[in-house]
């Protein structure tokens, strides 16, 4: 098949990070095609949607790039609701972590940030959350968004009324470059046919399948299993985000519960019997009577993990390429910061420092050897 020559940013994986930052892209009049091999395997329709840097113990570079996207989220969850027409439910419900007592509570990573519970303070908050947890952290300022029935749908919906051009279904099957330039990609179209896609500038973010496509990146999949059960509305207000499951209470009563966490196996697709009675138990260790709310849906998917946890933002070693991937377990609570970053690197909008020290921090070879870092260049 001819190839056709392409002046669009090709945006290599259609999931979360391929959505905001064709999104981004789009709002600057730049011109975007989204190759997405599978909508529905998208991590971003899979999440739970806590933004929960302070939460969920981070710290260092990772923690920090979380509190600025947790700071931009309100504002770049406007412009997807005004482009789109649709609420994403986006809610500051604050998160509870509990422990079973003070000193661990003290002791953990976050606990400036949070608001120290003794037991009865806790069960104000959480009513009815079982006996053994004697202490807590309240984090106002963490919530949540409904990503699975609400985000992504937005995104999409507001990147078509942009002008975002989407093939869905279609496999990128190789990266095509000359003297470190990137040039195209080999696709496999829904039809099954094999084409060249002619290009100067693309993004990957093809989520865990990242190294598929960049063998140099180390990424690996780490699978997630959930559920949802329909509690009484209102039987929580905020999250309660427990040692391996937590609990995140939508608007309307369902109550998404997650996640399992299977570096073991792989790519292996499915729901296991072992998984979803960890999740059972996990439910009953927290708020036993949420044990008995009826089960919903059932669902697993593939988290994007590197080495240490955190994305890789920025340049890759092909000139034109650039990569948004291996958000691992907080992308959507970077899915804005990374969004805006990327969008400026590619429309060469001048970055802040604080951008330019993140785009530092996330460099794709900081896991190699200091003498081969230096063969890239890092910041535009
Ligand atoms: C169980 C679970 C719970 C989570 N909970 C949270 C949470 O509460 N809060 C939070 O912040 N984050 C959470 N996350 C993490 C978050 O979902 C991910 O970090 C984020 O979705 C990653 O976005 P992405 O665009 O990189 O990948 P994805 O959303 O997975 O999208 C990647 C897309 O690329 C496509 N693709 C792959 N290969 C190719 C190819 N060769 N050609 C074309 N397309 C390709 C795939 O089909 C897929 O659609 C969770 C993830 C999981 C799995």
């Not at 059960?229 to 609990?247: N, S």
């Not at 927290?286 to 590197?306: K, V």
């Not at 955190?310 to 958000?327: N, Y």
């Amino acid at each position: 098949m001819a190839s056709k020559a392409n002046d669009s940013v090709l945006i290599l994986g259609g999931g979360l990070m391929g959505l905001a930052i064709a999104h981004q892209l789009a709002r600057k009049k730049i011109k975007v095609e989204v190759l997405s091999h599978n909508r529905n395997e998208a991590a971003g329709f899979v999440a739970a949607g806590m933004l929960a840097p302070h939460a969920e113990g981070l710290d260092g570079n990772l923690l920090k790039i979380g509190q600025l996207s947790l700071e931009q989220i309100p504002q770049w969850v406007n412009t997807i609701e005004a482009d789109s027409g649709i609420r994403c439910d986006l809610r500051t419900c604050g998160i509870v972590v509990p422990f079973k007592n003070e000193s661990d509570r003290d002791s953990y990573l976050t606990a400036q940030f949070g608001v120290a519970l003794n037991r009865s303070e806790l069960e104000q908050e959480i009513p009815g959350i079982a006996r053994h947890w004697k202490a807590g952290l309240l984090f106002k300022q963490d919530g949540q968004i409904d990503n699975r029935r609400r985000l992504m749908r937005a995104l999409e919906n507001a990147c078509v009324g942009l002008g975002v051009n989407f093939q869905e279904g279609v496999k990128v099957l190789e990266l095509l470059e000359n003297n470190n330039t990137f040039q195209g990609v080999r696709i496999q179209n829904a039809e099954g046919e094999l084409k060249t896609l002619k290009g100067m500038k693309a993004v990957l973010c093809n989520g865990a399948w990242g190294a598929e496509l960049l063998k140099e990146l180390p990424i690996f999949p780490v699978k997630g299993q959930m559920l949802s059960i329909q509690g009484p509305r209102e039987a929580l207000k905020r999250v309660l985000f427990g040692p391996g499951t937590y609990l995140v209470p939508r608007e309307d009563g369902l109550i998404v519960v997650g996640g399992t966490s299977e570096k073991e196996a792989g790519f292996t697709k499915g729901l296991t019997p072992a998984g979803q009675k960890k999740l059972q138990d996990g439910i009953m260790s927290l708020l036993p009577s949420a044990s008995f709310w009826p089960p919903m849906e059932r669902w697993w998917g593939f988290r994007p993990c590197t080495p240490d946890e955190s994305p890789m933002l920025g340049k890759s070693r092909l000139e034109g390429l650039w990569l948004a991937v291996g958000h691992y377990r907080n992308g959507v609570l970077l899915a804005a910061i990374t969004a805006k970053i990327l969008s400026k690197c590619i429309s060469k909008d001048s970055l802040n420092f604080e951008e330019k020290m993140l785009l530092k921090d996330f460099q794709w070879n900081r896991f190699q050897p200091a003498n081969e870092q230096n063969k890239s260049t890092l910041i535009p």
